[in-house]
């Protein structure tokens, strides 16, 4: 089956600081999200990008659908941004289901 | 309800045992998705759900594992004889209609984190 990889699997940064999270897959996808595990275990949704560049707020995500990388970036983190961030492709035509990536775990320290 | 309730959020319980893992999807979504992480791990999908029927059952582990959805709505999750490797938070996940692409947003349940001693 398909691979999904993250890096750095941890990450430690200082308030106000700016990061690069990247996901890697082995095979082609129809669709790429990231999301935001917080440290209560809450999943939330931040991107669905299958390719381009989408920005909300202070976080943006690019994938590259034909090198096969997509990467989330943080600016100014705050120390609400910690939590695990995962990468999920969505391989199916019939319906979304999602394979994880083991996730990059971010810690902002005041 | 407002969002994805899963209940018990705990559950403690001895080798070889059953035990019944319970979901609530939002409201009116006729998708829904279990998924199991371990720690330090990703969410791995284990079944999805569209309506009444088991679509894609292609990530139970085992027999041990089974589950239901009798009335298109609330979800159990069951397991039988249960084994310290099935220690993990259990996750439950709803969409409007499952449809791929990123047309429908997964909304996830807060888990139910089963400890087998």
């Known amino acids: 089956g398909i691979q999904v990889e993250q890096s750095p699997p941890d990450l430690i940064l200082q308030e106000g600081a700016n990061s690069t999270l990247r996901c890697n897959f082995s095979?082609?996808?129809?669709?790429l999200q990231w999301f935001h595990q917080n440290p209560w275990g809450q999943l939330i949704n931040l991107f669905y990008?299958?390719?381009g560049t989408k920005q909300n707020g202070r976080l943006s995500a690019t994938t590259v659908a034909t090198e096969r990388y997509s990467l989330l970036y943080i600016s100014s983190s705050q120390t609400t941004d910690s939590g695990v961030y995962f990468c999920?492709?969505?391989?199916?035509?019939?319906?979304?289901?999602?394979?994880f990536g083991p996730g990059t775990s971010l810690s902002v320290i005041p | 309800g407002a969002g994805v309730s899963q209940t018990p959020s705990n559950k403690v319980t001895e080798k070889g045992k059953y035990v019944e893992l319970r979901c609530d999807p939002i409201?009116?979504?006729?998708?829904l998705y279990w998924y199991r992480q371990s720690l330090g791990q990703g969410p791995e999908f284990l079944i999805y759900?569209?309506?009444?029927?088991?679509?894609?059952d292609s990530g139970l582990p085992n027999d041990r594992f089974f589950a239901v959805r009798p009335e298109g709505s609330v979800s159990t999750l069951k397991i039988q004889r249960t084994e310290r490797g099935d220690s993990a938070v259990y996750l439950c996940?709803?969409?409007?209609?499952?449809?791929?692409?990123?047309?429908?947003?997964?909304?996830f349940g807060p888990g139910t984190r089963l400890t087998v001693l």
């Open positions: 999920a492709v969505e391989r199916g035509t019939s319906y979304d289901k999602v394979i």
């Open positions: 996940a709803s969409s409007l209609t499952g449809t791929s692409g990123g047309i429908d947003t997964q909304y």
């Open positions: 990008i299958p390719s």
């Open positions: 095979d082609s996808v129809n669709n």
């Open positions: 759900f569209q309506g009444t029927g088991a679509a894609d």
């Open positions: 409201s009116g979504h006729t998708a």
